[in-house]
């Protein structure tokens, strides 16, 4: 039987929305069976699936395929939300109460440096480069950002994680907004890889700094920067 965190109307008008903005959404099991898409072939780009394939699978999240038309900067980690503001372009924002960032999506300007990257069986390029941020000398698991594209999805609104709602976000009030107001794929800040690779690393740097700019972790902020640096 489906089980839906949300109304058959509310997931039809949703999809609707996604749909006339040139998002292609895809059904994605709930966070506790891993937020994986639940259909097969959704990796195939420009594949569209009818609202009958949705209905009969147990659908808890909604996903958005990233293909080769969008990337999604992805915050593994809580974000330090002016540097994020003033480092990267104004663009769409999903993320939870808890974490308000935690998804940034961009256009694709150009194939520029996606050939540094492998070529999938779809015909796409996967782009998924992560750049660690060390906090704590326990981690529990990889904590940082990722920067991907391809053959990958983004959990979006209406979703639920384990961490609450997934909520579409004004970019500078971090106030969550009506999915109405999301800009088409089309409107979207475009960038190339290498631009976002380089605002990934600036991030990640700045993060480090400015957790261990203070005595005793000079040494290990200096190998930190040398090694992101060469």
Not at 90 to 109: A, E, M, N, S
Request: proline share 4%.
């Amino acid at each position: 039987m489906t089980e839906f965190i949300f109304s058959v109307e509310t997931l039809a008008e949703t999809l609707a929305t996604y749909d006339s903005k040139d998002y292609r959404a895809i059904p994605i099991s709930h966070y506790e069976d891993g937020k994986k898409p639940v259909v097969q072939g959704w990796q195939i780009p420009g594949r569209k699936f009818s609202f009958s394939d949705w209905t009969k699978h147990k659908v808890s999240n909604v996903g958005i395929a990233l293909d080769n038309n969008l990337f999604d900067v992805d915050f593994d980690i809580q974000s330090h939300e002016d540097l994020v503001r003033f480092l990267f372009p104004q663009t769409v924002v999903f993320g939870r109460d808890d974490k308000p960032i935690g998804h940034l999506l961009y256009g694709f300007q150009s194939s520029q440096g996606l050939k540094d990257y492998t070529l999938n069986e779809y015909g796409q390029y996967n782009v998924k480069e992560r750049f660690p941020i060390y906090i704590r000398e326990k981690s529990r698991g990889f904590e940082g950002i990722e920067l991907r594209a391809g053959a990958f999805q983004v959990v979006v609104y209406p979703s639920i994680v384990k961490g609450g709602l997934v909520k579409l976000r004004d970019f500078y009030t971090l106030e969550p907004i009506e999915l109405e107001k999301l800009p088409s794929v089309n409107e979207l800040p475009k960038l190339t890889v290498e631009d976002l690779r380089r605002l990934c690393a600036v991030y990640a740097i700045a993060v480090m700094m400015a957790n261990f700019w203070i005595e005793g972790y000079r040494q290990y902020l200096s190998l930190y920067l040398v090694g992101w640096l060469t």
